[in-house]
């Protein structure tokens, strides 16, 4: 999965919990993403980031918060806010924003809050 | 807005038979391109992408694309298949507004019968 981990693959929670996952790449890329993967609706962005201690909204990005405080990684926050959190998350990393179009993805973590 | 569009949920072909992916697009300017493949709770990968060239552009796994401007088409093709082809498979495009972000198809499920 070209150097891209997320971490865990599977997560379960309980409603009203925060829930914090993981995206780490080694490809020494400046651009990060994370997408939202449900079942009919393909990729969906939710938040992107081009450099470190910057990040800008994707389409759906209410109830979710990210931080990038370094490079090579990109955490993802998924809040109480979120009214609709069980889903498959991508993250993905590209070599910059100009180059946004050619991402390499990780294996995914698969959330489920009940 | 830029889009793509995969009219089949589905496509089912027995092994060594040819298959075909469609995937038409909308965008304003010229296309670029791409197919990417998931397998079962997996990340993305990159199969091949087009944006300038040779209509007929070869990529993974013995994937083709056949890029046609006049039908607004760039459908997904392999002479033979296997019934490791079994996935999800996307078209995307890329969106020219901000920072040119991959829009996504909702993906078609490929079935591959021995």
């Known amino acids: 999965d070209g150097g891209i981990t997320q971490s865990p693959k599977y997560l379960f929670r309980k409603e009203g919990q925060n829930v914090t996952l993981s995206c780490e790449q080694n490809?020494?890329?400046?651009?990060m993403y994370w997408y939202r993967q449900d079942p009919g609706q393909g990729l969906r962005l939710i938040y992107y980031?081009?450099?470190?201690?910057?990040?800008q909204k994707g389409d759906i990005a209410e109830g979710y918060s990210v931080s990038r405080e370094k490079k090579e990684s990109f955490p993802l926050t998924v809040t109480s806010a979120q009214k609709n959190p069980t889903a498959f998350y991508l993250c993905?990393?590209?070599?910059?924003?100009?180059?946004?179009?050619?991402?390499?993805f990780g294996p995914g973590t698969r959330l489920t809050v009940t | 807005a830029q889009s793509v569009a995969q009219p089949e949920d589905q496509v089912n072909v027995a092994e060594g038979n040819p298959l075909t992916v469609k995937c038409t697009y909308s965008v304003s300017g010229n296309p670029y391109l791409f197919w990417y493949v998931q397998y079962p709770n997996r990340g993305l990968q990159f199969l091949l992408k087009y944006i300038t060239g040779d209509n007929l552009v070869k990529g993974s796994y013995g994937f083709e694309a056949e890029f046609n401007k006049s039908q607004t088409s760039f459908h997904l093709k392999k002479p033979s298949a296997l019934v490791s082809d079994s996935a999800l498979y996307f078209c995307a495009v890329r969106d020219i507004t901000g920072f040119q972000k991959l829009v996504f198809g909702t993906g078609t499920r490929l079935l591959v019968s021995p």
């Open positions: 490809l020494n890329h400046d651009a």
């Open positions: 993905a990393s590209s070599i910059d924003l100009l180059n946004s179009y050619e991402q390499y």
């Open positions: 980031s081009q450099i470190v201690n910057d990040f």
